[in-house]
């Protein structure tokens, strides 16, 4: 398998090819070097494999932390694993977007796809002050198109940006990219359980979203580069991404490989679901005497959530004597769950099939 390695420095502020670095050069080597989580793109605990259609909506999570954002439906597909290509050695998935037209982008539009970091994962990096941190932000990208394609670092205020580009110059082969990133001085970053840092990979976006100005800070909310690749141009176009890592320093370190228990753990702050396949224990039973909550189940997620999530029932469950279910008190740690009774009686309702969850979201 062909294999095209490409280091990029925005820290000279011309975002051109260059083996420089300059700037705060301390760099972690100890756990969780990475800001980014799932950067393996192994934890997809929402569509296990399935293809996420933009047919709706503005932004989806697809794979754990990844989401996608979008001004137009219909344009393009996200699956883990899409077309079944080989990943880069040492991996075993990636998250892989499939433009489903050829579409030209309108000045107000955007497409990309991008993890918002925690705040409490940036705090060292002491951005916004005089002793704020280079970043380096790696992965590897394989595309069916070739050109300059374009990323962006933003504040939670989206009103300072880092506008990267990167080239892509044999179509269909994995290349490893690597950003020198210059810590800012300036602006506003979170050091709470808001939004860190965005990190954004453009695929189409319009011209309102793009500037010509790359690899240094500037005020504003960029979403690419002007002459920047667009996927969603061209029918049936790919652009695969894996091993996404952001680090402190000014050197690209190997990927930070954590166990897969760690990764799912670290997912689950921000998402996680109870049911979700068939035969589930996830059970609720017992005797109301009317209409009301006979009965409350409480359901502990299996790790602290950033926030008191957002709750949700999906799918078809089977039930009898049951109208509903009701969710009461919520907060990081757990969630109380009654069953609202049709009449007076036995009821139960179960989880029976893989599309019958509870889902507790609390995403950036």
Not at 308 to 317: C, D, F, K, L, N
Request: net charge neutral; proline share 2%.
């Amino acid at each position: 398998m062909a294999l095209t390695q490409v280091e990029t420095s925005g820290l000279s502020g011309s975002g051109a090819s260059s083996n420089s670095t300059t700037g705060n050069v301390f760099s972690q080597t100890g756990p969780f070097k990475n800001r980014i989580i799932n950067g393996d793109m192994r934890i997809d605990q929402r569509n296990a494999g399935a293809s996420v259609s933009t047919a709706s909506g503005n932004n989806a999570y697809t794979l754990d932390r990844f989401q996608i954002y979008y001004a137009q439906t219909s344009k393009f597909t996200v699956q883990q694993n899409a077309g079944s290509v080989t990943p880069p050695a040492g991996f075993s998935n990636y998250l892989g977007i499939t433009s489903s037209s050829a579409y030209s982008s309108i000045a107000a539009d955007y497409f990309f796809v991008r993890q918002h970091v925690e705040g409490y994962n940036i705090a060292d990096l002491a951005w916004g002050t005089a002793n704020a941190s280079a970043v380096t932000l790696s992965f590897w990208v394989r595309s069916s198109l070739t050109g300059t394609f374009a990323g962006v670092l933003r504040n939670s205020a989206e009103n300072l940006s880092y506008v990267f580009t990167y080239s892509i110059s044999s179509a269909n082969t994995w290349t490893a990219i690597k950003v020198n990133i210059a810590g800012p001085t300036t602006g506003t970053w979170l050091t709470t359980n808001g939004i860190g840092v965005e990190v954004h990979w453009d695929i189409g976006s319009g011209s309102n979203g793009k500037t010509g100005t790359t690899g240094s800070w500037q005020s504003g909310g960029f979403f690419s580069a002007t002459g920047a690749t667009s996927v969603v141009g061209t029918n049936g176009a790919t652009f695969y991404i894996t091993g996404v890592q952001l680090e402190a320093g000014s050197v690209a370190t190997p990927f930070e490989r954590r166990s897969y228990g760690q990764e799912l753990s670290l997912c689950q702050r921000y998402y996680t679901y109870f049911g979700g396949k068939a035969g589930s224990n996830l059970i609720f039973q017992g005797y109301g005497g009317s209409s009301s909550f006979p009965t409350t189940n409480q359901l502990v997620f299996p790790s602290r959530m950033r926030t008191s999530p957002t709750i949700a029932r999906e799918g078809t469950w089977t039930s009898s004597n049951v109208s509903t279910l009701d969710f009461g008190y919520v907060n990081e740690m757990n969630l109380s769950v009654g069953a609202v009774v049709s009449s007076a009686g036995n009821f139960y309702i179960f989880a029976d099939s893989a599309d019958d969850k509870i889902t507790a979201s609390a995403e950036l």
